[in-house]
């Protein structure tokens, strides 16, 4: 299994751009989860799902936007970029029986 | 509200000393609680996880950690620290929301020195 997979490693926007961050899993686990991570401030959740078709908003949702149309597939849109939104960001997920998340590598983002 | 506060941006430790990192939570449920690692440029790693059935746990690298509920701690420990553990340490708790997400401290930075 790859387990939890992002791209890209890194990008680098203007402000007001628009992109996709990717997250793919293949461990089959209903439950995904968007993070971002800021110097000093530990992880703060963007979105979850619980399952293909199901999302909902997390602590610091503004800005983003997410679909889960497959269970392996979890991106997260940005639709203007703003130099508030340079972060790093991890996708997770788990199975339902278990409580561990598995996370991804991580995207790190600067927008200028 | 649930959350989780972990004592010290930055912890500084010879090599071979013993390491202690503290964690306090604060959760009106049981809680299930973690510890996660992150080496320079990556993505997180499990150290170990509190899920009830036994205070004092053992994880990957020669860590653990004792949950005190009369204390709200779960401070992670290692008795003789390696250059190899020098990274970011993260202290968490299962949301009773949020689909179960995690909520994270603020992380802790361990260095080593020889």
């Known amino acids: 299994n790859a387990g939890v997979t992002q791209t890209p490693k890194f990008r680098i926007l203007k402000i007001g751009q628009s992109m996709t961050l990717q997250c793919t899993q293949d461990?089959?686990?209903?439950?995904m989860y968007w993070y971002r991570q800021d110097p000093g401030m530990g992880l703060k959740l963007i979105y979850y799902?619980?399952?293909?078709?199901?999302?909902d908003k997390g602590e610091v949702p503004n800005g983003y936007n997410v679909s889960r149309s497959t269970t392996e597939d979890f991106p997260l849109r940005l639709e203007l970029a703003a130099p508030s939104q340079t972060s790093v960001y991890f996708c997770?997920?788990?199975?339902?029986?278990?409580?561990?998340?598995?996370f991804g590598p991580g995207t790190r983002l600067t927008v200028l | 509200a649930q959350s989780v506060t972990q004592l010290g941006s930055h912890v500084s430790v010879s090599e071979g000393a013993l390491v202690l990192l503290r964690c306090n939570y604060s959760?009106?449920?049981?809680?299930?609680l973690f510890w996660y690692v992150q080496y320079p440029n990556q993505g997180l790693q499990l150290l170990l996880k509190?899920?009830?059935?036994?205070?004092l746990v053992k994880g990957i690298n020669g860590f653990e950690a004792e949950f005190k509920k009369s204390e709200t701690s779960f401070h992670l420990t290692k008795p003789s620290a390696h250059m190899s553990d020098a990274a970011e340490y993260f202290c968490?708790?299962?949301?009773?929301?949020?689909?179960?997400?995690?909520?994270f401290g603020k992380g802790t930075t361990l260095s080593v020195s020889s």
């Open positions: 997770a997920s788990r199975i339902d029986s278990n409580n561990e998340q598995f």
């Open positions: 461990m089959n686990h209903n439950y």
């Open positions: 799902s619980v399952g293909a078709g199901i999302t």
């Open positions: 959760s009106s449920v049981p809680p299930y």
């Open positions: 509190y899920t009830s059935a036994a205070t």
């Open positions: 968490a708790v299962i949301s009773n929301q949020a689909g179960t997400a995690l909520i």
